[in-house]
């Protein structure tokens, strides 16, 4: 092989592809109205700051764990040929898990009975779920796994506090998950990730288990990094602005999003979000945001479609696909 060919070879190379997807939020709402009671705010400041109109949370009783098994079992339901027992291996993407351990994902596997496969916990804030469909290709590569289910689950209203005006108005509770399966001709394009750990106190959980955010220097990171990693992923694939079909960035603030869309001079109409009725759910919001889409019909075969995650750490994970449900 010559020195032009070898520089000639993908950077990024898959044999993965997305073929199910399920979801799960809990039934009870809390509405910018309830906000209201608790803090100096109301819903037109809630609204007009980060576009949330109402958010989701989980019961006292019920945990990561449970939001995390509904929305598996809401996608095994939906796509009857997946058998639990042919999953090879389990990754979810949390900052919330039940305990320490054990992880989140071997209560899946305890809970839908798929007899023999790897179980893991992902701890990347925001960026988890794309993070964790990286890492679900890379197993496939091996040769060695041909169907990863990779979850995103939050119960972050367990961990915010409500006496916090800037930051209890974001945050809610939900689960999304898809199978990440083997296929002959991969559908993720290309990939990349960065984090800038000096940033990483910016946002963070205290000694006593709550959130603390520095909203204003996290909007400043997330507008001059992600619309260059984003132009990146299109970039190494060989492809362009005008290509993309869909946006999926983390649903952390409309305001967030629709800045963002402007930076890449992209129509926001391309934006997929869950934020509007699902508040921030950090690894959960881009998987609720691509299950509401494909529900809604809005995906369709052969679409392309960018994922990026960001968040604390600060972290950021993209992923450029094409859909193929």
Known sequence: MTQAQQTELPSFVSNARISAIGSYVPERVITNADIEKLVDTDHEWIVRRTGIEERHQADVDQNTSHLAIAAVQNLLRRFPSVEAASIDAILVATTTPDMPFPSVASMIQQAIGASRC?????SAACAGFVSSLQLANGLIMTGSYRKVLVVGAETLTKITDYTDRSTCIL???????????????GAFLSSNASTDGSGGMQVYCSDDHKIVQNGREVYKWALTTVPDGVRDLLQNAGLSMNDLDWFIPHSANLRMIEAICERLELPFEKALQSVVRNGNTSAASIPLALEAAYSEGKLQPGQLIALYGFGSGLTQSGLLLRWTL
Do not use: S
């Open 118 to 122: 790897l179980a893991m916990d992902v």
């Open 171 to 185: 945050f809610g509770d939900g689960a999304g998950a898809v199978l990440v399966e083997a296929a002959d001709q």
